[in-house]
C-alpha cells in the first residue's frame, strides 16, 4: 500500500476524482481518509491538517495502522529562492524544522530533535524517477532542494528572511516553506518509511502581487503533480 498526504481537502480533490474509493475510514478523531485503488496500486488518502503537530500524529497512525511501503506528501509551498517561482514544482531531499531549538542542550543543531538527525532525507532515485516524469509529462518548471518546515504560516518576507539568515544561512539549498512536511518526515523515519515530496509553489515570498491569488495559482498545479504520481505508481506496478 501507498499513502498519499496532504494538509488540505483542495490539494486532493484531483486525486479523489481519479481514485477508485472502496471504503472510507476515521484515522484519529474527526479524520478521515479514503480507501483504494489509483493508478492499479492500492492506496490511502488522507488530509492531515494544517502544522507539523497535526502532520506528524496523522502520518504516524496511517503508517503504524497500513503499514505503507512509500508516502507522497503533496500540496503546496512558498518560495524564499529566486531560482524556485510561483506556479514551479518542487521536490524535497531534505526536510528541516524551523521552531525545534535544543541548541541550550549543548550539543544539538538548530531544528534538530533529540535523538533524532538535524534534517531528513528523501529516497534519492525516487526524487530522480519523479523529476523525469515531470519533465516528461509537463513544461513546468521542476526543482529539488531542501524544505523548511514550520507551525507559523508564513508568505511574507520578514519573519523567514530572519529565520533562514539566522539560523540556516550555511543551507545552501533550502529554497521553500510549509507547514506540514518536518512532521510527515519525522514519521517515516521513525516508521522507516519511504517518502516522497512534491509540492506546487503557490507564492514567492516578498512577492506582494502574488499573495493576493497565490492560492489559486498553487492549485493549479495539482493536476500535473497527480499526473506525475501516477506515473509513478504504474512504475511501481511494473
Do not use: W
Not at 471504503?23 to 488522507?46: C, H, M, P
Not at 549543548?106 to 523529476?131: H, M, R, W
Amino acid at each position: 500500500m501507498i499513502a498519499i498526504l496532504a494538509s488540505t481537502q483542495d490539494e486532493i480533490l484531483y486525486f479523489v476524482s481519479r481514485m477508485n474509493v472502496t471504503t472510507k475510514t476515521k484515522i484519529y478523531g474527526n479524520i478521515e481518509a479514503n480507501i483504494g485503488t489509483l493508478s492499479n496500486e492500492e492506496v490511502i488518502l488522507a488530509v492531515t491538517g494544517e502544522s507539523n503537530y497535526l502532520s506528524e500524529l496523522v502520518s504516524a497512525v496511517i503508517i503504524e495502522r497500513y503499514r505503507p511501503y512509500l508516502v507522497i506528501n503533496v500540496g503546496l509551498a512558498v518560495s524564499f529562492s529566486p531560482s524556485l517561482r510561483q506556479g514551479d514544482i518542487f521536490v524535497a531531499e531534505r526536510y528541516y524544522f524551523a521552531d525545534v531549538n535544543f541548541t541550550k542542550k549543548g550539543k544539538y543543531l538548530y531544528g534538530q530533535i533529540p535523538g533524532c538527525s538535524p534534517y531528513f532525507v528523501s529516497d534519492t532515485a525516487l526524487n530522480e524517477e519523479t523529476e523525469h516524469s515531470a519533465y516528461s509529462l509537463s513544461d513546468r518548471y521542476i526543482q529539488r532542494g531542501f524544505l523548511l518546515s514550520g507551525n507559523e504560516f508564513i508568505n511574507t518576507q520578514g519573519p523567514l528572511e530572519k529565520l533562514v539568515g539566522e539560523r540556516f544561512l550555511s543551507e545552501e539549498g533550502l529554497m521553500a516553506y510549509d507547514n506540514v512536511s518536518a512532521g510527515i518526515a519525522l514519521s517515516c523515519e521513525i516508521g522507516q518509511v519511504s517518502l516522497l515530496t512534491v509540492k506546487s509553489i503557490a507564492c514567492r515570498v516578498g512577492k506582494e502581487d502574488e499573495r493576493l491569488n497565490y492560492l489559486r495559482k498553487g492549485l493549479e498545479v495539482m493536476p500535473t503533480i497527480g499526473q506525475i504520481v501516477a506515473r509513478i505508481l504504474l512504475s511501481k506496478e511494473r
